[in-house]
């Protein structure tokens, strides 16, 4: 996994999202109770065609932020720009921007999927019949949609959700926990029409879930907050100039152990666990042979080496140092 500041990241990606290409952008955005802050001046930008994750742990601000964000909570200080403008001082423009679904998405159960939308489009100016018949074609419900709601899956009902949402051609859709409560089969099509809709609406697709290995599949970039500040933006799918900076995760057969532990937090500052014989610690892929070296300098016996791909949970966990999420 690749760590990135938002100026490496405009360089690196200038062939996929444009430097001019922000949908969402936060600036110093803080939130108080009280005496208490809350959301402690968080900063990054969201690029229109990308799934942006949107993590940490319970309690870190998650769900503060995303009212912010939609306007639904009154920011303290800073500001939320959604194409250029301002949450604060322009919400009617600003909000027209943005589709959100939190949860479970509100039907009216003994209508069909068609009159659900037509009747959400009513509420809003200028939707026409084609566009109706577009959001039902790109979330897959063309064979459901005369159908009442309290027939649809949940699958399918997150996808009408979805739809409603895409009415009024959105720049921003917010989703959060779009895929609680589904089965397997269910997660995979929300997760194929969530990707599908980044790439043919050309829609920044902000995600907040619990399930790590889902947001891997998903996102393009994920943001990890803990306590109300950000602690990292970074890359989930790795550049290929930059194979050699992956974290890695890697279990060493050694002896003695305790000495290869102590080596490797004196010579190259990383901790190691010790766990049924043998060493588990995380490090950049181009350490690995240096590490290796100096065990054998130190009359170190290697036995065996594992290495592999440090997942996003690997990473996450190593970023907030505990162990529940939400």
Do not use: W
Not at 88 to 104: D, F, L, P, Q, T
Not at 208 to 227: F, G, P, T, Y
Not at 240 to 258: F, G, H, S, T
């Amino acid at each position: 996994m690749v760590v990135l500041s938002q100026s490496n990241f405009n360089n690196r990606f200038k062939g996929r999202y444009l430097l001019d290409n922000t949908a969402m952008k936060l600036i110093n955005l803080k939130k108080s109770i009280g005496k208490k802050q809350i959301i402690k001046g968080l900063e990054f930008e969201i690029k229109s065609g990308e799934v942006f994750g949107f993590l940490g742990p319970n309690g870190a601000g998650k769900t503060t932020t995303i009212r912010m964000m939609v306007g639904l909570m009154r920011i303290t200080e800073g500001d939320v720009v959604i194409q250029g403008k301002s949450i604060k001082h322009h919400y009617k423009e600003a909000i027209r921007e943005v589709g959100a679904i939190v949860e479970n998405p509100e039907m009216y159960p003994f209508m069909t999927g068609l009159q659900n939308l037509n009747h959400f489009a009513r509420m809003i100016p200028g939707i026409s019949k084609e566009r109706v018949q577009e959001v039902i074609s790109l979330v897959g419900l063309e064979k459901a949609i005369k159908q009442k709601v309290n027939k649809y899956s949940l699958g399918m009902r997150q996808r009408l959700g979805i739809a409603q949402a895409l009415l009024h051609k959105p720049s921003v859709l917010i989703l959060d926990e779009p895929t609680n409560g589904l089965d397997p089969a269910g997660i995979r099509e929300i997760r194929q029409y969530i990707r599908r809709l980044a790439t043919e609406e050309n829609v920044a697709v902000i995600i907040s879930s619990h399930l790590l290995s889902e947001i891997e599949l998903m996102c393009d970039r994920i943001a990890v907050i803990k306590n109300g500040e950000l602690v990292a933006i970074q890359s989930v799918s790795p550049i290929a100039d930059d194979i050699e900076e992956l974290v890695c995760r890697v279990q060493l057969e050694a002896k003695p152990a305790n000495k290869a532990i102590s080596i490797m937090k004196e010579e190259f500052g990383m901790d190691g666990d010790f766990d049924r014989g043998l060493i588990h610690f995380h490090c950049q892929r181009e350490l690995i042979p240096n590490v290796i070296q100096s065990f054998v300098k130190n009359d170190i016996s290697i036995y065996r080496v594992e290495v592999s791909k440090a997942t996003l949970e690997d990473k996450f966990f190593d970023l907030i140092g505990e162990n529940t999420i939400g």
